[in-house]
């Protein structure tokens, strides 16, 4: 086994991760207006995580791979 990561790098790799999500709007909301409205949109929908509440708490679950062929609607 390796060496446990350090707490605070562990900590920028998750910023930097979500950081990124975001700037390539691959988030949306869990939430029943976020979705009516994801529904409406022009397709093709590149998000490829949701921000939902599980337990109280709000958790980011991936729901897609986004695939990277030039053309493909997924």
């Not at 060496?3 to 979500?18: I, L, N, Q, Y």
């Not at 009516?36 to 949109?41: I, S």
């Not at 509440?53 to 062929?69: D, E, I, N, Y």
């Amino acid at each position: 086994m390796g060496a446990v990561p350090h707490v605070a790098e562990t900590d920028s790799e998750v910023m930097a991760f979500v950081e990124s999500l975001i700037a390539h709007k691959r988030i949306r909301s869990a939430e029943k207006k976020a979705l009516a409205a994801a529904a409406a949109r022009e397709f093709p929908d590149h998000t490829t995580h949701v921000v939902k509440s599980v337990g109280g708490k709000k958790v980011l679950q991936r729901v897609r791979f986004l695939c990277g062929c030039a053309g493909c609607d997924r």
